[in-house]
């Protein structure tokens, strides 16, 4: 069957350090990922260049990570439990909640999180500061990185920034961070905007100390991709005065400059009442394969489309529907394939349940799993937060958070074909 569960080796974290990984196939509803106590949700998954796999999740008021080889083994040298990702909570500061995680392109990865300070009384409040830290492979900081990290943004920020901020590593080492800060200044909110930050492999920031504005107005998600060259493509959900709503994009150079029509370039093909997104990943060959969400009522439509980039002109772009209005329910992922393509998961209520199915897209626009895609984890029970990653083998990582209590997290593989 297309988009087959792989077969591989459980990934469970386990709170003995002393016992023995335990063999065994990747289970068809997916395998538990941490059997820690406490709070444990919103995985992140980060390919590592070698056919493995990081997984960085919430953790308390910090953060946790573990690396898997592409058996499923967890790599040598890294505790069962997973690897504090610092800067840890301390006196200082008490919480250091995750954003996203993308790789460095040296089997590593960047992780960008809001770091908290004295969190008085509602720590949901409290202003943090926005920070990207750079893991080696055998996850300590990298070389020249200090364990505090490197600040994105020199102002402090409302919490909820953090759910706008979404990155993705550059050509050359570094990492690409985009996000809308909110603001309030003089007991005021500042008008929403949209920043880019470039930060070098070395960890020092391109783009000024506060990034460079790309664009205003009210903004939704946001989606950066790179461009190879130095530079990325940014993609955005804004919404107008008419309450209606369309994914823009814009492609900044690697010195900050707008290279598209100032205002941003349509990937949508209409404005509706309805938006989710964008998502986006690079496919490959200098363009990018964004993922949106559009309708009048909900379930909206899930939609696709390649942009590919013209030079000294806005770009081309095909679109194309991947999922009917009436089966989307929530948490859309997205993950690049080496191939040119890309995974594309999403979420269906059945009854009290809750499944999770998966569709490959081929760099053409072809759904090659099926009309109805691929049934990833059709299991009893609720799940929410979906990550997804390259394999790099033209397949998928997926994780998601679940209601069974047999573990609080799952991942499993799908294969290419």
């Known amino acids: 069957m297309n988009g087959r569960i792989a077969p591989s080796i459980a990934i469970s974290i386990l709170l003995c350090l002393s016992a023995a990984p335990v063999r065994a196939a990747w289970l068809a509803d997916g395998n538990p990922v941490a059997t820690l106590t406490g709070d444990q949700e919103s995985p992140r998954l980060v390919p590592d260049e070698r056919g493995g796999v990081f997984v960085v999740w919430d953790h308390f008021a910090g953060m946790r990570a573990q690396r898997f080889g592409r058996d499923g083994d967890v790599w040598p040298g890294w505790p069962l439990v997973g690897a504090d990702v610092p800067p840890v909570p301390s006196p200082a500061h008490r919480l250091n909640w995750l954003g996203t995680a993308v790789p460095d392109g040296r089997s590593g990865l960047y992780v960008v999180s809001a770091l908290g300070g004295v969190c008085n009384g509602n720590c949901s409040f409290d202003p943090v500061r926005l920070i990207a830290q750079r893991l080696a492979p055998w996850g300590a900081p990298a070389p020249g990185w200090p364990a505090e990290g490197v600040p994105i943004d020199g102002r402090l920020v409302h919490p909820s920034t953090l759910q706008s901020v979404c990155a993705v590593g550059s050509a050359d080492g570094g990492v690409l961070v985009a996000w809308n800060p909110l603001e309030i200044v003089q007991g005021r909110p500042v008008p929403p905007r949209l920043l880019v930050q470039s930060i070098a492999a070395g960890g020092t920031p391109r783009w000024g100390a506060d990034g460079v504005e790309i664009a205003s107005g009210p903004l939704g998600a946001i989606a950066p991709v790179s461009d190879g060259h130095g530079g990325a493509f940014v993609f955005w959900c804004r919404t107008y005065a008419d309450t209606t709503a369309r994914v823009l994009g814009q492609h900044v150079s690697a010195d900050g400059r707008r ?25 490959g060959r200098g363009g990018a394969i964004v993922e949106w969400q559009e309708g009048t009522g909900a379930p909206p439509e899930l939609r696709a489309a390649r942009v590919r980039d013209e030079p000294h002109r806005d770009p081309q772009v095909r679109e194309v529907l991947v999922v009917p209005a009436g089966e989307v329910q929530t948490s859309v992922g997205l993950c690049a394939t080496v191939d040119g393509g890309a995974v594309i998961g999403w979420m269906e209520r059945s009854g009290p349940d809750v499944h999770v199915f998966a569709q490959k897209l081929s760099h053409e626009g072809r759904l090659e799993w099926g009309p109805r895609g691929a049934t990833v984890c059709a299991a009893p029970g609720v799940r929410s937060r979906l990550a997804l990653a390259g394999d790099g083998r033209g397949g998928a990582f997926a994780a998601w958070d679940d209601s069974r209590d047999t573990g609080r997290l799952f991942a499993t593989r799908l294969a290419r074909d």
């Open 259 to 283: 290279l598209w029509n100032p205002a941003g370039v349509p990937i949508g093909s209409r404005r509706m009442p309805q938006v989710t997104g964008p998502l986006a990943v690079a496919d």
